[in-house]
């Protein structure tokens, strides 16, 4: 039996009020089919304050050194989070990922690769231009903005996916997509 259904429930009910969350732009979320989830990121509450906003179950790649937290390995992997090595191409995490958005699931991704010191968009990493160019998935966009105070607004916008048909025509690299999918969230931190 998963545990996320309860989790989610518990987590929405410290997160939401403690934070005061407001979502904007589901409408632009694809309610089937596989959807590669790319956001910013300023905290290590990101990936649960985007698991209870998002209107789908996200299944996140998460930094490998958190599997191994005896505890904490357990919850992950109950919630569907595989791990990632860093600072290299990981091709069991890539094959994962894959496979995440081939059985038409959402994948959540963190195109940085790390939090942000400052709170700016920093650079994002070729792997969400890989896993954009090597799926079918649609791409949605997400901005996470803060500040992560109690009682003040943390806002979650949801964009519209990125237009995929003409960029994986175009044979473009990992690389420049990932900075498309890097401007779409800076767009959205904009507005």
Do not use: W
Request: proline share 7%; glycine share 10%; with cysteine.
């Amino acid at each position: 039996m998963s545990l996320y259904p309860f989790a989610r429930s518990v987590v929405a009910g410290l997160l939401k009020p403690t934070y005061r969350i407001k979502v904007e732009g589901l409408e632009h979320f694809p309610k089937e089919g596989a959807v590669l989830l790319c956001t910013n990121h300023i905290s290590n509450l990101d990936p649960p304050v985007v698991g209870v906003t998002s209107p789908r179950k996200v299944l996140f790649m998460a930094k490998a050194e958190l599997f191994n937290v005896p505890v904490l390995n357990g919850l992950l992997k109950n919630f569907g989070t595989f791990p990632v090595k860093r600072g290299g191409g990981d091709r069991e995490a890539l094959r994962a990922g894959l496979k995440v958005l081939k059985e038409g699931n959402v994948l959540g991704l963190f195109p940085e690769g790390t939090r942000s010191k400052n709170g700016e968009l920093g650079k994002g990493l070729p792997g969400a231009g890989f896993f954009a160019l090597r799926s079918d998935a649609a791409v949605v966009p997400c901005a996470i903005i803060g500040p992560y105070k109690s009682l003040k607004t943390l806002r979650v916008v949801y964009g519209k996916p990125i237009n995929m048909e003409k960029y994986r025509q175009e044979k473009i690299t990992p690389e420049e997509m990932t900075n498309i999918i890097m401007s779409e969230i800076g767009n959205l931190i904009k507005k």
